[in-house]
């Protein structure tokens, strides 16, 4: 019987991984992402090569390695291990084209607080699903916010970092998420 796995994240997780691969008498191969399983792991239980694999992708994606040579260096991987499972280890973003994220936002009763959180989530590429706001009492209103973050042009904790920033923003709290 074949071993078949694909490894997740946790959509929150500081870094976004997953590993596509099947395993056998004969090692490793590449499988196709759309007729596998997914399983959703935490990253600190992958192996620390796949980890550094990916760090060596990103690495050339961005440019700031001209080569797999380079990357790899950097890293502190073989070259080996990153053929190993260049094709079989991605970033949870690039899978995932379609996301639903649901928040919850503790806002300041304040003027155009609204529209400045829809435009910050706007300009991080999502697509807002549903709004929800309670009358403020108090000086405070919650918010609800479904968003679709299939075209984000940032990672998750990077919007939810930039929300916990503004001003008005007591609180943001993920309350889910579902592809």
């Known amino acids: 019987m074949r071993d078949l796995g694909l490894l997740l994240p946790f959509?929150?997780?500081?870094v976004h991984i997953f590993a596509l691969f099947e395993s056998g008498k004969r090692g490793a191969r590449?499988?196709?992402k759309t007729d596998k399983?997914?399983?959703l792991v935490r990253e600190d239980v992958l192996p620390e090569a796949m980890k550094k694999t990916l760090d060596a992708k990103e690495l050339i994606e961005?440019?700031?390695?001209?080569?797999?040579?380079?990357?790899?260096?950097?890293?502190?991987?073989?070259?080996?291990?990153?053929?190993?499972?260049?094709?079989?280890?991605f970033p949870f973003h690039t899978v995932v084209k379609e996301?639903?994220?649901?928040?919850?936002?503790?806002?300041?009763?304040?003027s155009g607080t609204l529209s400045q959180l829809l435009s910050t989530v706007a300009s991080c590429?999502?697509?807002?699903?549903?709004?929800?706001?309670?009358?403020?009492?108090q000086g405070r209103a919650n918010v609800t916010l479904s968003l679709n973050t299939g075209g984000m042009t940032v990672e998750i904790e990077e919007l939810l970092s930039t929300l916990r920033k503004m001003e008005f923003v007591e609180k943001v709290e993920v309350l889910g998420s579902g592809a």
């Open 11 to 14: 959509v929150f997780a500081p």
């Open 62 to 89: 961005r440019g700031k390695a001209e080569s797999v040579f380079e990357a790899v260096g950097r890293v502190d991987l073989s070259r080996s291990a990153f053929y190993k499972y260049r094709d079989t280890v």
């Open 30 to 32: 590449i499988l196709n």
């Open 99 to 110: 996301k639903l994220v649901t928040l919850f936002f503790y806002l300041e009763d304040r």
């Open 37 to 39: 399983k997914f399983y």
């Open 125 to 137: 590429g999502c697509n807002v699903m549903t709004i929800h706001q309670t009358i403020p009492l």
